[in-house]
């Protein structure tokens, strides 16, 4: 079965530190691997995501690292505020004829950004 | 404004009735989703569609059911079938054109909390 392992399951970070959360697959086809950032009562909404043919992507303070031989990814939120205390998910698919489908989600990682 | 609406936000529902969650996005997306969200889990497959008329069955789709009669709509029914339907769900769609960049990413609607009492 196709897998995406998420860790940690929770995460305390002082702000203005660096948050990292980490993701590893099973699956070598898997070909697209998104981040979504989740506030409460609310649907995830997508962050990042990069493909397996660059090793870094930054966007801002976000940057997703993906490291295709240890079939893993990780999430860096550098000088982290506040406001980006929320879950967050790493994702995982396949491309195939009709473009991705069939996200794989991870089991969540609750970030907690203290003062 | 473009995007997906989820209703009713809160659904309360006795054992034994069927319920149905409505999705609907003006998107203009091919493809539409249902995923069910359990506190400390990801986002499970329920149900997808790639085009009107069409839809496939995902990991847990045992005791749901769905429709697409229309581009735009993709309706979930719980169905007293459903041994523990007491979740958030949550519907996505995304353009699913195949080898068009961006095609891929999902947008996810607001979530209907369900409650069964």
């Known amino acids: 079965q196709q897998q995406v392992k998420q860790s940690p399951q929770s995460l305390i970070v002082q702000k203005g530190g660096i948050s990292i959360i980490n993701c590893a697959y099973e699956n070598t086809a898997f070909d697209y691997f998104p981040w979504y950032q989740q506030f409460p009562g609310k649907g995830p909404a997508l962050l990042i995501a990069?493909?397996?043919?660059?090793s870094e992507k930054k966007e801002g303070r976000f940057t997703i690292s993906f490291n295709k031989s240890a079939k893993q990814f990780s999430l860096h939120i550098m000088d982290s505020q506040p406001g980006d205390s929320a879950t967050y998910f790493c994702?995982?698919?396949?491309?195939?004829?009709?473009?991705?489908?069939?996200?794989?989600f991870g089991t969540g990682t609750r970030l907690t950004i203290i003062p | 404004d473009g995007g997906i609406t989820q209703s009713p936000k809160y659904l309360f529902r006795k054992e034994g009735q069927n319920v149905t969650l409505s999705c609907e996005q003006n998107l203009n997306h091919d493809a539409m989703y249902w995923y069910r969200q359990d506190p400390g889990q990801g986002l499970r497959l329920i149900y997808y569609?790639?085009?009107?008329?069409?839809?496939q069955k995902g990991d847990i789709a045992e005791g749901y059911s769905v429709s697409r009669e229309k581009k735009e709509s993709f309706p979930l029914t719980v169905t007293s079938a459903q041994k523990n339907p007491t979740a958030f769900y949550l519907c996505a769609s995304s353009a699913a054109v195949g080898g068009t960049s961006g095609a891929d990413t999902q947008y996810f609607g607001p979530g209907t909390r369900l409650t069964v009492l």
């Open positions: 569609s790639q085009i009107v008329n069409d839809f």
């Open positions: 994702a995982a698919s396949i491309n195939s004829n009709f473009g991705n489908e069939k996200l794989t």
């Open positions: 990069i493909r397996p043919d660059v």
